[in-house]
């Protein structure tokens, strides 16, 4: 049995047209699978859809075997316990430190005592390169310190999977490496994660599945070597080619 498992799922914003349509898609756990396609794809919609953030209106998720029913609000938020996302902007409190940022959500959330949250806050902070800024406050982070302090934020809810929607999309180019190489550490611990991400060379190295999509749709699955490097599809040997070129 798939740990993750998408059939026919689709979602519009407002009653529009569908950005998501009849997505159906399966994982086991421990999987990294990367999300593809030209901007305006599905691939953020397919994210927020999960979490709940776009209901969809057809279709069915079931993560650990259970269906997720999205609205009811006791079913969504036990599948909002079980997914973290992290998002292109960082969301950090601008008035708390990197430690108060990582542990606010255990404590007043998930109502664990406040010693055991930090002292997990500091090793999960250790983990992503930033032991030495539990003090520091957002203003005195570089770009790439504050999304791993979003990162370690994220992994302090215990997630069963964690969502990355293009988390180095904002960083200036120097910064990338230090995410990617926290991303590369979570996988190693076998982090089951979705990462939608325009570095198709991090996606090639790390993905363990890539999915392509186009105008809502899942095109082309496979493992990496086949969507690089033999896609079946024209859309994606299209693609490909485009980004190949540059």
Known sequence: ??????????????GGKDVLSDVTLNFAKGEVVGLIGPSGSGKSSLLRALVGLLKPHAGRVTLGGAPVDYGNRESLRSARDRFAIVFQQYNLFQ??????????????VKKRKSAEVEAEARSLLAKVGLGEKFNAYPDE??????QRVAIARALALHPDIL??????????????????DTIRALHADGMTMLIVSHEMAFIREVATTVVFMDQGRVVEVGP???????????????FTARILRH
């Open 163 to 180: 969502l990355l929607d293009e988390v180095t999309s904002a960083l200036d180019p120097e910064l990338v490496g230090e995410v990617l």
């Open 141 to 146: 982070l570089s770009g790439g310190q504050q």
């Open 95 to 108: 008035n708390m430190t990197a430690l108060r940022n990582v542990a606010i959500a255990p404590t007043l």
């Open 1 to 14: 049995m798939a740990f993750l498992a998408l059939d026919g799922l689709s979602a519009s914003y407002g």
């Open 224 to 238: 990496p070597t086949q969507i690089f490097d033999a896609p079946q599809s024209p859309r994606l040997r299209d």
